[in-house]
């Protein structure tokens, strides 16, 4: 098992400034990450979503567009993730048909780790939320099942419905957009868990930094390039570097920097938890 380095960038909202989200300043900085990229050498780079601020479905197909030719300019392979402002106005179809990337759930294994780009279901439904889609997490699950390796699993949303406390969307405005709902967290956490393989999961949406550990398996947030809640009134300009060797070691660059060094889960071992069955509970809580 070699080291794998990985450069990530997400929630890149092209398009109009809207309240805290710079826009027009997308494109600028996306050729600063394709800078950073042909400096780091990764293996591949991972665009987790939330590439536009939506408009209109005709205003939406050119910032598709527009976004696309930033991104051909970095270099290397590229995998993408679909946010739930891609399909707001849009079809999967047609980000599919504009980014020529499929967005099916779809894994690649990669100097002895297992890399899961799961695109479940993100679609925003604004009075009730996000919801998982038919077959999201049974495609999670068999996926899991077919390899030995290590695994990552990159998403647009959280999975450790973590705390949104000030956060700016998600603490008080839109309570319900930040996360699927605790059940279905609860249950996207079993398959995860049972499989006694995932490491690590990445994700966007969220706009700053977020950091859990469950069972052993690290959570991190990722900020976007084009926020200013947590940097107003300058702009986060935020992008990361993931490199795993003997710990995991993720930096996050921008003007919220932050370096994580994080021990890898060893294979099928988890933490104490009466409530789990798979876990070895023979201490009772105090
Ligand atoms: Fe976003
Ligand atoms: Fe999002």
């Known amino acids: ?29 996306l050729e600063r990450f394709a800078g950073f990229v042909s400096d780091l050498r990764p293996a591949c780079t991972i665009e987790m979503g939330d590439r536009i601020s939506e408009v209109d479905a005709d205003t939406d ?36 048909n504009l980014m020529q990337h499929s ?41 899991l099942a077919q390899t030995d390796l290590p695994s990552i699993v990159f998403t647009h949303v959280p999975l450790d419905n973590g705390s949104m406390k000030g956060n700016f969307y998600f603490e008080k405005a839109y309570p319900l957009h930040g ?30 930094n977020a950091y859990q550990s469950i069972d052993g398996t690290h959570y991190v947030t990722i900020p976007s390039l084009t926020e200013m809640f947590t940097t107003f009134p300058n702009i986060n300009e935020a992008y990361a570097s993931l490199r ?3 710990s995991i070691e993720i930096e ?16 099928n071992r988890h933490w104490l938890n009466i409530h789990k069955d798979y876990a070895p509970a023979s201490i009772k809580p105090a």
């Open 1 to 29: 098992m070699g080291d794998l380095t990985l450069a990530i960038i997400t929630d890149i909202h092209h398009g109009p400034d809207r309240g805290t989200k710079m826009g027009s300043a997308a494109l600028p900085l």
């Open 61 to 96: 197909r050119l910032l598709v567009k527009q976004v696309a030719q930033g991104l051909a300019k970095i270099p290397g392979s590229i995998h993408h993730i679909l946010g739930n402002h891609d399909v707001s106005k849009l079809s999967i179809a047609d980000n599919e």
């Open 103 to 143: 967005f099916a759930s779809h894994s690649l294994d990669l100097e002895g780790y297992h890399l899961i780009f799961w695109n479940a279901d993100d679609k925003l439904d604004m009075v009730k939320g996000f919801s998982l889609g038919d077959g999201d997490l049974e495609w999670l699950r068999k996926d």
């Open 179 to 208: 996360a699927y709902p605790e059940a279905q967290g609860e249950a996207i956490r079993d398959v995860i868990e049972r499989s006694g393989k995932v490491i690590l999961c990445m994700n966007g949406h969220a706009h700053w």
């Open 244 to 246: 795993i060797g003997e």
């Open 252 to 267: 996050v660059f921008g003007n919220t920097p932050l370096l994580y060094r994080l021990p890898k889960k060893l294979p």
